[in-house]
């Protein structure tokens, strides 16, 4: 059961390099060959680079995994990412910080409520400039899976 209290719950801010080599190895395994993500030396970072940040943060301290969600009844809802300029660009470091912005239930169709937890990162720049923002949804359903399902 989500601990809805913890609406607005947001964890430490911390940093992350965009790195170089990092932005090739995602944009290979994204399997682009993009010259502007391969080759440039100072390349822009993929829109969904920034999704490495999960790679950064520790998962006790992340604010999802503070809520009490069943993990057996976890379902990602989608994401998206909103630049205010452009892209951050490798040599630049970041600092961001996750926060839980909403939390709502709806009825599902195979019985039970699912919980919606939406939650935010944001991206900023040394000079506190607000550089792009992950939004991302989790849901857990109203009932753990069962073999037949």
């Known amino acids: 059961m989500v601990d809805k209290s913890k609406l607005g719950l947001s964890d430490e801010p911390s940093t992350i390099p965009i790195e170089r080599g990092k932005i090739r190895e995602f944009a290979r395994a994204c399997q682009t060959a993009n010259p502007a993500y391969v080759d440039d030396p100072a390349p822009v970072a993929p829109p969904t680079f920034l999704t490495t940040v999960n790679f950064w943060s520790t998962g006790a301290t992340s604010p999802l995994a503070q809520l009490g969600i069943d993990l057996r009844r976890l379902l990602h809802g989608g994401q998206e990412y909103v630049f205010h300029g452009p892209p951050p660009r490798a040599g ?58």
Not at 107 to 114: D, L, P, S, W
Not at 136 to 145: D, F, N, R
Request: glycine fraction near 8%; charge should be negative; charged fraction near 30%.
């Open 92 to 149: 630049t470091e970041l600092t961001f910080q996750t926060r839980v912005d909403k939390i709502y239930e709806k009825e599902g169709k195979r019985g039970g409520t699912m919980t919606f937890v939406e939650t935010v990162t944001e991206f900023h720049d040394p000079t506190g400039r607000l550089v792009a923002e992950a939004r991302s949804t989790a849901i857990e359903t109203g009932q753990a899976p069962t073999k037949e399902s």
